[in-house]
Structures are given as structure tokens and as C-alpha cells.
């Protein structure tokens, strides 16, 4: 097993890198393309929840959505038409729901999930070009926890050129975030203002395998939730 340690003022920031497949930061093993982000500030006592992939979505790609919310409720959350659940894990306060849709020509730009009942929310959005149609989640895994450092399970995934990303929301840090991204990492999403903070970071594999968790090595006070997901390629 291989890791690799970087240092920052306040934290560290640990990738591990599976023994047999490699990963890189640069999409050179003909994996899905990350087109853009979007991302909504924190609402408090919301009944939902709107995100907007702008205008660079077109027919064929794919969206995925992180959407958080916090504060110990977990209500029945109701996604748009044609979205479909990837996970959903929860801690005591921390709650992350992730789903993917595939963009129809004729979608709307604006995509509202609702809440049963009001709770602290915020997400974004990632748009990918080159997804393998119909059924682009290869695998998905997920580690929870409360205190400690923010840590993510690794997966094997069974495609080559996988898109893995990671997912990882918590709701109070011990000190200021100034974790760096690993040379074999790209930072995706960074939403670091205390105390909801929540990362997406990417990577690619070129071979199919089992990937190490990831770990954030910064003291948390509170709950935490990271997952990993892993995006099969298209055809070009």
C-alpha cells in the first residue's frame, strides 16, 4: 500500500492510492469529464432545496447532486422527476444524499428537492460528460462517524477509467481547514465556512480494482459522513 502525506498549516490531508490500479488527477485514462459545479449557500429552516446546472448542460450528460442538511431531523426527502438515489447516510446531525440524472433535452436548468419538514440545508451540482448511459454509478461505499478525522471507505470498482469521487460533509471543526488536495487528487467542490463544511474532490482510475479510503486528517468535534462513488465512461 502506497500513501502520500501533505502538509498544510492546520491539517493534513492523506490520499491512499490502491497498490494494483493507478490514479491520477488528470483525466488520462479516457474517464467521464467534469464540465462544471454549482453550489447553493446554506438556508436555515428551509422546505427546500433549489440547484442550477446553468447553461452548459447538454442532452447526453450527466448531473449528480450532493445535497446536505443538517440539525438531527431526517425528513422524507422528495427529489425531481427523474432523478435517481445513489446513497444516502446520515449521522445524528449530518445527513448527505447523493443522486444522478441523466439531462433530457427539453430538462429545466432550475432542480428543486423538497423536505417534509424544515431543516438546515445547502448542496451542489456536478456536471460530467463521457458517462456510461443508462447506469453510470459503477459502485459507491460510505464510512460515517463522530470525532476523529474524516475519513472515506475505499470500493473496488469492476470498470476500467472510473470517475471516483468523493463526497465528505461535516458540521463542526476543531480548527481552521487548510487541508491540501493530494498531487493525485482535483478539488472539485470546497465549501469551507464553518461550521457546515463539505468537500468533493475527484480521481481518476485507470485500471479497475479496489480503491484505499480516503482521509482527512483533521480533528472533527461532531458528526461527519464521506462516501466515495465511482463513474463509468462513456464511449468517447
Known sequence: MIKRALMGAAAVFIVACNSGPLQTADNSVGGATIVSTAQVPMAAATSSLTLDWGKKAQAGQVAIADVLTYGGSTPTITAPAGWQLIRDDSTATTRQSLYWHAIQANDPGELTWTFSQPVAAQGALVLLDNVAPGAPVDMSNVKT????????????????????????????????????????????????????????????????????????????????????????????
Do not use: C, R
Not at 468523493?166 to 482535483?186: H, Q, R, V
Open 145 to 236: 462517524g463522530t470525532g476523529g478525522d474524516v475519513k472515506s471507505a475505499g470500493l473496488t470498482t469492476t470498470a476500467d477509467g472510473d470517475l471516483v469521487l468523493i463526497f465528505a460533509a461535516t458540521d463542526f471543526e476543531n480548527a481552521p481547514i487548510l487541508a491540501p488536495i493530494a498531487s493525485d487528487m482535483t478539488a472539485v467542490v470546497k465549501q469551507e465556512q464553518a461550521p457546515h463544511q463539505y468537500w468533493i474532490v475527484a480521481t481518476w482510475q485507470a485500471q479497475n480494482g479496489a480503491t484505499e479510503e480516503t482521509e482527512f486528517n483533521f480533528p472533527q468535534l461532531f458528526n461527519w459522513v464521506a462516501a466515495q462513488v465511482a463513474i463509468k465512461h462513456g464511449t468517447h
